[in-house]
């Protein structure tokens, strides 16, 4: 099936509804199921249907116009995290039952108002923040080109004379 007017070809239902079901939560082998694919074979089409041009295309465009109508992108994303971040990092004074802040005792000597701040969540901001950005890598990468050369060893006939 061909759209005459873009010149892409068109998705088959079960295909259109596969792009749905995997725009709902990026579950490719749930998709699948979901758009009526048999359950046994589910993870491979699934895997199958994501390699097809026409599919990734739907994908891709369904994905931009949800963007566009959401106003959600990247920046968003980003500045939401780094918001986050900055309110974790806030700290609060620790007050005690009668609303006076509690004292502690610096590393200096000093006594001070005692802070509290969410290292757990502004951490796990910075985490998402440096994958994004690839400054932690579980996997190296190696892109280029590697050249071989084969030699094989010839025996040689012992009657042939070699100057």
Not at 8 to 25: I, N, S
Not at 53 to 65: F, G, L, S, V, Y
Not at 136 to 162: C, I, Y
């Amino acid at each position: 099936m061909t759209n005459k007017a873009a010149g892409a070809v068109e998705l088959t239902p079960k295909q259109a509804r596969f792009v749905e079901e995997y725009l709902k939560d990026l579950n490719a082998t749930q998709a699948a199921m979901r758009a009526g694919y048999s359950e046994k074979t589910a993870y491979r089409t699934a895997a199958d249907n994501l390699k097809k041009p026409q599919i990734a295309d739907a994908i891709q465009r369904a994905m931009n116009k949800r963007s566009e109508r959401t106003q959600i992108d990247a920046d968003f994303v980003l500045q939401g995290i780094a918001r986050n971040i900055a309110r974790c990092e806030q700290g609060s004074p620790v007050l005690d039952k009668s609303g006076d802040p509690v004292l502690t005792e610096g590393p200096d000597g000093q006594i001070a108002p005692m802070w509290r701040y969410d290292p757990t969540n502004a951490l796990k901001g910075y985490e998402m923040l440096g994958r994004h950005l690839k400054m932690f890598t579980d996997k190296t990468e190696h892109s280029g080109e590697v050249g071989f050369v084969v030699q094989t060893a010839v025996p040689r006939d012992p009657g042939d004379d070699v100057e």
